[in-house]
Structure formats: structure tokens, C-alpha cells
């Protein structure tokens, strides 16, 4: 049991700890106090509510539908054409849809449609419509989506031949 005397000592030591500053894993950050100060400061805009969301609404479904059609039209559509047509060529190999080598096939044709599907749309739209695009930086992101589309790809037989075989 603790007396008056260690109590007071405890209480000292937290106060002294607290009030230098160190709070644990609770400790607000720079970033943290900036966050704070930008959405303190838009609070307190003048822009009156109905305005603004009527603004977000409209610019934020219309910006949705933008995304989701350049997502199709530079990643989606190029993916299953770099699939199926990598099925064809491990077919033509002599591959049969249950082995490794159709699999690796197939995920490598899908990496390489979406890497070539997101390249070229960027640098069409680069040419076309907006010239400060990165095409270095489009590139970079084009072989991230890759070699995740090689990882989906390539999983995607596998796990329809095991779902096949379950029925």
C-alpha cells in the first residue's frame, strides 16, 4: 500500500514528466501542430457550407468518374488484352492452364499490359492535354502496377482451377 508520503513522490514525478514536454506515444508532432492549425483555419473560413459542398460534390463526382475511366481506358483494358494474349502464346508453348509456366505466362503478359497500357495513356495525355506530366515518374508507377498486375496475374488461373476443382 502506498503512503500519503509516495504518493505525493509519484504524483510529483508525473507532473514533472508531463509538464517537460514527453507525453508517451500521445506526443503532438510538428506535423501533428500544423494538421491542427490548417483545419483550425479552414473552420473558421468564410466560404458559407452550402456552397462548398455543393463545390466538393459536384468536382468530386465528376473527378470520380475522371479517375475510374482513365483507370479503365490505361490499365484495366490493356491487362486483360496482355493476359489473354499471353494465355494464347503459353498455349502455343504447349503449356496446359494448370501448370507454373502458364501461370508465370500469363502474370508476365498482365504486368506488361498494364505497364504499356499506363505509359502510353500518360504520354498521350502528356502530349495532348496537360505537358508538365513526369513521363520518368509515370514510368516508375507504370512498373510498380506491373508487378502487381504480375502477382494478380499470375494468380489468377491457380485460384480458378482450385475454385473449378471444389464444385
Known amino acids: 500500500m502506498l503512503t500519503t508520503t509516495s504518493r505525493r513522490s509519484a504524483t510529483t514525478l508525473i507532473a514533472r514528466h508531463l509538464s517537460a514536454g514527453a507525453s508517451g506515444p500521445f506526443q503532438k508532432t510538428d506535423f501533428k501542430?500544423?494538421?491542427?492549425?490548417?483545419?483550425?483555419?479552414?473552420?473558421?473560413?468564410?466560404?458559407?457550407?452550402?456552397?462548398?459542398?455543393?463545390?466538393?460534390?459536384?468536382?468530386?463526382?465528376?473527378?470520380?468518374?475522371?479517375?475510374?475511366?482513365?483507370?479503365?481506358?490505361?490499365?484495366?483494358?490493356?491487362?486483360?488484352?496482355?493476359?489473354?494474349?499471353?494465355?494464347?502464346?503459353?498455349?502455343?508453348?504447349?503449356?496446359?492452364?494448370d501448370t507454373l509456366n502458364f501461370a508465370l505466362t500469363t502474370g508476365f503478359g498482365d504486368a506488361v499490359g498494364v505497364l504499356g497500357g499506363h505509359t502510353a495513356y500518360y504520354a498521350l495525355k502528356k502530349a495532348v492535354v496537360d505537358s508538365s506530366i513526369s513521363m520518368k515518374r509515370e514510368v516508375h508507377t507504370g512498373i510498380l502496377l506491373g508487378s502487381a498486375a504480375f502477382c494478380s496475374g499470375t494468380a489468377w488461373q491457380p485460384i480458378v482451377n482450385a475454385l473449378q476443382g471444389a464444385e
Open 33 to 97: 501542430k500544423q494538421a491542427d492549425a490548417v483545419a483550425t483555419s479552414a473552420a473558421a473560413s468564410t466560404t458559407a457550407p452550402e456552397e462548398e459542398s455543393s463545390k466538393t460534390e459536384s468536382g468530386g463526382m465528376l473527378n470520380r468518374f475522371t479517375v475510374t475511366a482513365e483507370v479503365t481506358i490505361s490499365k484495366i483494358f490493356p491487362a486483360g488484352f496482355g493476359w489473354q494474349s499471353a494465355s494464347v502464346v503459353a498455349g502455343d508453348l504447349g503449356f496446359e492452364a
